[in-house]
C-alpha cells in the first residue's frame, strides 16, 4: 500500500486514524488530544486546515475516498 503525501503536509492518514478513534471506537477526547497536536504542525505534519484542496490526494487514492470531504468532516469533528 502507498501512502499518499500531501504538498501541504497535511497528514491524511493520521486524521483519518484519528476519526476511526473518534467514530468507532469512542475515543473522543484521545483523538481531539492527539489532533491538535497536528495543528501546531511541529513535526512538519498537519491537520486538515493546511488544505487547499488542490485534489492531488483524490487522484493518486486508490479506494477513490473523497478525502477533502473527510478532511472537512474530521475538521469538525475534532477541532
Do not use: D, W
Not at 468507532?24 to 498537519?46: D, F, M, P, Q, S
Amino acid at each position: 500500500m502507498s501512502i499518499v503525501c500531501c504538498p501541504q503536509g497535511v497528514k491524511i492518514p493520521r486524521v483519518f486514524e484519528l476519526m476511526n478513534y473518534h467514530q468507532v471506537y469512542g475515543l473522543t477526547e484521545y483523538a481531539r488530544e492527539e489532533y491538535k497536536k497536528l495543528l501546531t504542525g511541529t513535526k512538519g505534519e498537519y491537520g486538515p486546515e493546511k488544505c487547499i484542496e488542490c485534489g492531488g490526494c483524490e487522484t493518486k487514492c486508490p479506494q477513490k475516498i473523497e478525502i477533502i470531504r473527510q478532511l472537512k468532516e474530521s475538521q469538525k469533528a475534532l477541532a
